[in-house]
């Protein structure tokens, strides 16, 4: 089982900023790391995701506001949230890929965003 340690997260006004970092086992090399959301009553979304090729691709909600970064040689990438917005409140999930196939997720933390 591959585990995923994050942290950051948690609650700051409209047109605040938050952090959120994730890290992976540094012995798995990974084909992406990046980040999802879930909100109430929704669907897990995608937020977006960091390739090791330098690419990264974002949800149109959140270009812009959102930057995506991440260390290849530690398996570590970083949300960085600026401008949130109350529609922003949900989990935050870290995701995994390895080059073997598999994907993993972190245990999620919350973000919410008070107008």
Known sequence: QVRLT?????LVQAGGS???SCAAPTNIPSTGMGWYRQ???KQRELVGMNYPSGTTEYDASVKGRFT????NANNTVFLQMNSLRPEDTAVYFCKFRAVFGGEYW???TQVTVSS
């Open 6 to 10: 994050g942290s950051g997260g948690g």
């Open 39 to 41: 909100a109430p009553g």
């Open 18 to 20: 938050l952090r959120l």
């Open 106 to 108: 972190g245990q999620g």
């Open 68 to 71: 995506i970064s991440s260390y």
